[in-house]
């Protein structure tokens, strides 16, 4: 009984008001989606699936930041700051610790509360000093622009924390990739069909895991922020608290992004801190549709895909085309291309059916 | 007892003196109607209650303690709700959100449905539940703001303006809420304009003008006050 309770609320959780895919219709083309990219490896090359999986590594980034903007209402231009934390830390554990008995599993969780730690304090000075709007922006670009500087210039051999190199704007490399200890002999994820799964199956679980928080009681005040923050306070929330809560996890989220990066390519530059490297998952986000996952999610894959298209194509305009594409969607669907194509055929799926009964 | 008092409190905007020494008590259990010109400072003086403002000097109490510093969402969980003079509902939620919102922190999560369904029912809402709040009526907006005042069932209730834009019909309901809800123990402040409305509710009448009280009584010694009468002349409230 308790237990078909909990199941039941589980998935009122999975289908709330917050998440603009509902019902059988969504969760059926869900259903087919995931049974496709499981299928996708069975008819690829494993060295293609494992590059592909590089898609999937911003994604996380890029649901984070849909949590903090998109549904708390707070432009944080900090992703990239968590994202090269965590990718760093991952670096100097792994590299000093090695890759047996799962020690890469200890670094991932490591490096994941670390960037945590970092965007908890960096977060509780701007909430609770109730810095917000354009300020806060300023402030989290800064913060990043400022860990891009400080990594750049730690080329020289005191740069070293015990066996690990920083190497300064070359980047760090040699890290061991993700190693899951099994029975008959270490699992390695190097770039290729076995990654590609587990990295499927944890974008599947944070998707999920965050279908649940935005939909739950916490969801809930975090929206009402969003809509007017003195409301908010003024039913008895403490704002500061659900704020920082969000930007903690939004930001652990691209710190997950970076030690899947790192762990993935071996590698990591303080360029991935810079200005353009910011400035992206606000592209891919606002595109898509910050203010719900499931667009940011298309949205940021779609993104991610046309700009690989584009720069090996040989175009150099790929970053032009991103910013006329933000341009764009600030101009026709502030509410994001993705978002606005799902209301308009969720609105068309809803007519007619309406007409058949 | 005075559920809420201030002592000589004052609030400077730059030069302007918009509260100029207010010594006011709340008795509890009491609906008290606060009238005044624009401009005379009343919603100013519900901002300092709510710790939206905090004043240049002087000091609120709250059922005997100083709140002077207190944060806002402090004083709201110690039973002080507000319904603002331009409803600040969420207007991209569903109004059944709304509610949601407002109830989910004094409920267990097992009464939640039913709360809400009760309150939409109450509010005549019902029908309304799935639609944005931002699409509502300017009454229905009303109504939904001070459902949610109501929701957090508080002791002290702050009502600006909460018949503007209303019909006849609606505010006749908003007086016999305010009453009900009154018997039940809650203690109201209401600014308002509507003179039949204040005529209707308050118990009390308390006059602002230019940020200072210029007159306290029953409504029936007010309105035959001369000098209430000369400061609203020329008002089109009046
Ligand atoms: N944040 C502020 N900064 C500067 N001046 C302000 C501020 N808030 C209010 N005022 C000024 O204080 C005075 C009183 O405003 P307040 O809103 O309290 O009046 P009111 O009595 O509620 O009027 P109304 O009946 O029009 O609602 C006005 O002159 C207003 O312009
Ligand atoms: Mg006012």
């Not at chain 1, 991952?90 to 610790?97: A, D, E, L, R």
């Not at chain 1, 606002?286 to 298309?298: F, H, K, P, Q, Y």
Request: hydrophobic content about 50%.
């Amino acid at each position: 009984m308790a237990r078909a309770n909990l199941l039941s609320s589980t998935i009122r959780l999975l289908d709330g008001p917050q998440t603009l895919g509902r019902g059988r219709p969504f969760w059926t083309s869900f259903a087919l989606v995931l049974v496709l990219a499981c299928a996708y490896p069975m008819f690829a090359d494993g060295y293609d699936v494992g590059n592909n999986v590089y898609f999937f590594n911003w994604v996380f980034m890029a649901l984070g930041l849909s949590l903090i903007w998109g549904y708390g209402g707070t432009l944080s231009f900090g992703q990239t700051a968590f994202f090269g934390v965590a990718g760093y830390s991952y670096g100097v554990i792994s590299t000093n610790f090695g890759d047996a008995y799962g020690l890469t599993l200890v670094a991932l969780i490591a490096s994941v509360a670390a960037a945590a730690l970092f965007s908890a304090v960096l977060g509780y000075f701007l909430f609770f000093g109730r810095i917000s709007g354009v300020f806060l922006g300023i402030v989290t670009l800064s913060v990043t622009l400022v860990l891009e500087r400080f990594m750049a210039q730690t080329a020289g051999p005191e740069w070293q924390v015990g066996t690990a190199r920083l190497n300064g704007y070359n980047g760090m490399g040699g890290m061991p990739s993700l190693t899951i200890p099994w029975f008959g002999g270490d699992i390695v994820l190097f770039p290729d069909v076995q990654l590609y799964y587990c990295t499927l199956a944890l974008l599947v679980a944070c998707y999920l895991g965050l279908r649940l928080l935005v939909n739950s009681r916490f969801g809930n005040v975090l929206v009402a922020i969003r809509e007017n923050p003195q409301r908010a306070e003024m039913l008895g929330y403490d704002i500061r608290v659900y704020q920082l809560v969000a930007f903690v996890i939004g930001s652990a989220l691209a710190g997950l992004s970076g030690v899947l990066y790192t762990s993935w390519g071996n590698y990591i530059t303080p360029a991935s801190m810079g200005m353009t490297a910011a400035a992206l998952p606000i592209v891919w986000v606002a595109v898509g549709g910050r203010s719900d996952l499931t667009t940011t999610l298309i949205g940021t894959l779609i993104v991610l895909g046309g700009f690989q298209a584009l720069t090996i194509h040989g175009s150099q305009y790929a970053l032009v085309v991103m910013g006329v594409l933000l341009v764009l969607t600030v101009l026709i669907a502030p509410r994001g291309l993705v978002f606005s194509l799902g209301a308009l055929a969720g609105g068309m799926f809803r007519r007619k059916t309406a007409g058949r009964e | 007892m005075a559920i809420l008092q201030t002592r000589d409190l004052n609030k400077w905007f730059g030069g302007l003196h918009v509260t100029g020494g207010v010594d006011f008590a709340l008795e509890d259990g009491e609906i008290h109607c606060l009238i005044g010109p624009n401009g005379a400072g009343k919603s100013t003086l519900f901002r300092l209650f709510l710790g939206e403002h905090l004043p240049t000097s002087g000091q609120i109490f709250y059922q005997g303690e100083d709140i002077t510093k207190a944060k806002p969402f402090e004083r709201i969980r110690r039973g002080i709700s507000v319904k603002f003079q331009v409803p600040g509902i969420f207007k991209a939620l569903s109004v059944r959100q709304n509610l949601q919102i407002a109830l989910q922190h004094h409920r267990l999560p097992e009464e939640l449905d039913e709360e809400i369904d009760r309150l939409l029912e109450f509010l005549k809402l019902t029908d309304a539940r799935y639609q944005l709040a931002g699409n509502l009526s300017h009454g229905q907006k009303q109504w939904l703001e001070i459902g949610m005042a109501v929701a957090l069932r508080p002791r002290l209730l702050l009502l600006d303006e909460p018949t503007a834009g209303m019909t006849p019909d609606e505010t006749a309901a908003t007086g016999e809420m305010v009453q009900e809800l009154n018997r039940d123990g809650v203690t109201v402040l209401a600014v308002e304009h509507d003179m039949a409305f204040v005529r209707q509710i308050a118990h009390r009448v308390t006059v602002l003008h230019f940020g200072k009280i210029f007159a306290q009584g029953t409504i029936d010694e007010i309105v035959s006050d001369e000098r209430v009468a000369a400061i609203y002349l020329g008002d089109a409230h009046a």
